[in-house]
C-alpha cells in the first residue's frame, strides 16, 4: 500500500544503507574533479543510491517478452497494415514502428508527429470505426485487463473487457492474426489496477477464433513460447500471449 500511495519502504531503507557509500565517492571524485571540466557544486548533488550493485538492465519480464513475441510475429508475416489496441507506445508499437507504419487506437490522447504513427482516439469496446471482418492484423497487449476499472479515466464497466474482446473478434478479418495478452493465473479484479483472468476465460470470450499459438511469461518473468493454458490456472499473475485466427 505504502508503494502505491508514492512511498517506497525498500528504496528508503536501502538508501541509508548505501549513504556511507555515496559519501565515500563524494569526497573521492570532489578532490580529483577540481582542476576538472566537471568540478562539484553541491547545490547540484543528486543522489541515486540503488544502483550500486546492480545489473546493466533485465531481459526479461512481460513487458519485455510480449513486445517481441507480437512485433517478430508481426514482422515475419508482413500484412498490408496493422491495427493495434492499447498497447504500449515506447514498447511494442516501437518494436513494430521499425518496419512498418501501425494504427494505434486509444481512449486516451496521444500527441505524436510520427508520419507512421497513426492515432485513433476512440472506445475499443466498440471498435466503431471499423467494420465487421475488415482487418487484417490486430493486437492488443497487457491493455485490456484495464478496461472498465476507470483507472485510465474511462467509464466503469464490469463487462467492458468483454466487449472489447467482442469487438476484436468482430472485426478481425478471417484468414487475418490477434495478437492477444492479459494477465492470467488465478481469476481476479484487484480493482482499479487490473484483471486477472483464467486462460480457459479467454478463450471462451473468443470461442468464435481459433487458437494458434499460446505462449506465457511465467510469475519468474521468463518465456515459454509453446505453453499450454491449463498449466496457468494457479499462476499469481503470468501473462498469457494468445495469437488467434478466423476461420
Known amino acids: 500500500m505504502c508503494v502505491m500511495m508514492g512511498f517506497n519502504p525498500y528504496h528508503l ?19 580529483l574533479s577540481q582542476q576538472q571540466q566537471f568540478p562539484l ?44 489496441i492499447g498497447s504500449r507506445i515506447d514498447g511494442f508499437v516501437a518494436h513494430v514502428l521499425t518496419f512498418m507504419p501501425i494504427i494505434v487506437i486509444d481512449i486516451r490522447p496521444l500527441s505524436s508527429d510520427l508520419p507512421d504513427l ?13 467494420e465487421d471482418d475488415s482487418v487484417e492484423s490486430l493486437s492488443s497487449l497487457h491493455a485490456i485487463e484495464h478496461f472498465g476499472l476507470g483507472r485510465y479515466g474511462d467509464p466503469v464497466d ?53 487458437l494458434l499459438s499460446f505462449a506465457t ?5 521468463k518465456i515459454e513460447i509453446e505453453a499450454k493454458p491449463d498449466d496457468y490456472n494457479e499462476a499469481r499473475m503470468a501473462c498469457g500471449l494468445f495469437e488467434f485466427t478466423k476461420d
Open 13 to 31: 531503507k536501502r538508501n541509508m544503507a548505501e549513504t556511507p557509500h555515496f559519501i565515500k565517492d563524494l569526497l573521492v571524485y570532489r578532490k
Open 118 to 130: 497513426n492515432f485513433i482516439q476512440d472506445d475499443a469496446t466498440l471498435l466503431s470505426n471499423f
Open 41 to 84: 557544486h553541491y547545490s547540484n548533488l543528486y543522489p541515486i543510491m540503488t544502483d550500486f550493485d546492480g545489473e546493466a538492465g533485465w531481459a526479461g519480464g512481460p513487458y519485455f517478452h510480449q513486445d517481441l513475441w507480437a512485433a517478430r510475429k508481426i514482422y515475419h508475416a508482413r500484412p498490408a497494415r496493422h491495427i493495434d
Open 158 to 210: 464490469p463487462d467492458a473487457c468483454f466487449k472489447a474482446m467482442a469487438s476484436l473478434a468482430r472485426v478481425l478479418k478471417p484468414g487475418g492474426r490477434l495478437y492477444f495478452s492479459v494477465p492470467i493465473g488465478i481469476e481476479r479484479v484487484e480493482f482499479n489496477a487490473h484483471r486477472v483472468f483464467s486462460p480457459k476465460t479467454i478463450l471462451q470470450a473468443f470461442n468464435k477464433l481459433r
Open 217 to 221: 511469461v511465467d510469475d519468474a518473468g
